[in-house]
Structures are given as structure tokens and as C-alpha cells.
């Protein structure tokens, strides 16, 4: 029979387990390169069908952003055109307040001056009350104005 010594068993037994670990290592290696593959594919796969649809939405979104300018030009004309009809209504508003403040000013002292005539007979007095009844429904109707105003 053959003596091995004991340093010799383990030297051999050192050998097949380095065999063995190599082994293992070549089979992780081997495994690790077929699914770094099949990554690689699947990237591929998603990078062509995925850069298609970015380009898609980017034109969208171009697209979009043309639409809300006009719509801002749009938004800007009818702000434009709600401000002069704004002036064009104070305008006219103002043309008209004063002339008809001072008719209702006007109708007031002489409805006050003639019932003040009627009643005492005083051509002086009856002016002076007109005059000052007109000069009170003017004012009352500046005041009810500029309250409407700030309403």
C-alpha cells in the first residue's frame, strides 16, 4: 500500500478544493455573463421602444406650449378689450353725471321753489329755497353715486 503522509492529503485535498472553487467561480462567471446579456437586450429592447415615445411627448409638449401662447394672446386682447370698454364706460359715465346731476338739481328746486311760492307767496324766498334744494339733490346724488361706485 501506498503511505501518504499527511501533509501530502492535505495537499491534495487543497487541490480539489481549488479545483472546485474554480469550477464555481467559471459557473458564477458564466451565469453572471448570460444575465448581464440578457440585461443588456432588455435595455436595448426598452431604449427603442422608449425613445420613441419621448420624442413623441416632446413634440406634444411643443405643440401644448404654441397653444398657451395664443391662448395668453388671447387672454391679453380680451383683458385689453375689457379695460377700454372699462374707460369707455367711465368715459360716458362721467359725460353723464353731471348733467344729470344738475337736471335733478334743477327739477328738485323747482318743484321745493314753486311749493314755496304757493304757500307763501314770496318770489325772493321761493327762489332762495329752489336754490338751495337743488344744491342738496345734487349732493345727494353725488354721494348715492359714489356709493354705487364703491359697491
Known amino acids: 500500500m501506498l503511505a501518504y503522509s499527511s501533509g501530502e492529503v492535505v495537499d491534495v485535498a487543497l487541490a480539489i478544493f481549488l479545483i472546485l472553487v474554480g469550477a464555481g467561480i467559471a459557473w458564477v462567471c458564466l451565469e453572471l455573463g448570460a444575465t448581464l446579456q440578457r440585461l443588456s437586450a432588455f435595455i436595448r429592447g426598452t431604449q427603442e421602444e422608449v425613445l420613441p415615445v419621448i420624442n413623441k411627448v416632446g413634440t406634444t409638449v411643443d405643440h401644448v406650449n404654441a397653444q398657451m401662447e395664443k391662448v395668453d394672446q388671447i387672454t391679453d386682447s380680451a383683458v385689453d378689450a375689457a379695460d377700454s370698454a372699462d374707460t369707455a364706460v367711465r368715459a360716458v359715465s362721467?359725460?353723464?353725471?353731471?348733467?344729470?346731476?344738475?337736471?335733478?338739481?334743477?327739477?328738485?328746486?323747482?318743484?321745493?321753489?314753486?311749493?314755496?311760492?304757493k304757500t307763501r307767496r314770496n318770489w325772493r324766498g321761493a327762489v332762495d329755497v329752489a336754490k338751495v334744494a337743488a344744491t342738496e339733490r345734487e349732493q345727494e346724488l353725488a354721494e348715492e353715486l359714489r356709493e354705487a361706485d364703491r359697491a
Open 94 to 117: 362721467f359725460a353723464i353725471t353731471r348733467p344729470v346731476q344738475k337736471i335733478t338739481g334743477f327739477a328738485a328746486g323747482v318743484s321745493h321753489g314753486i311749493a314755496e311760492f
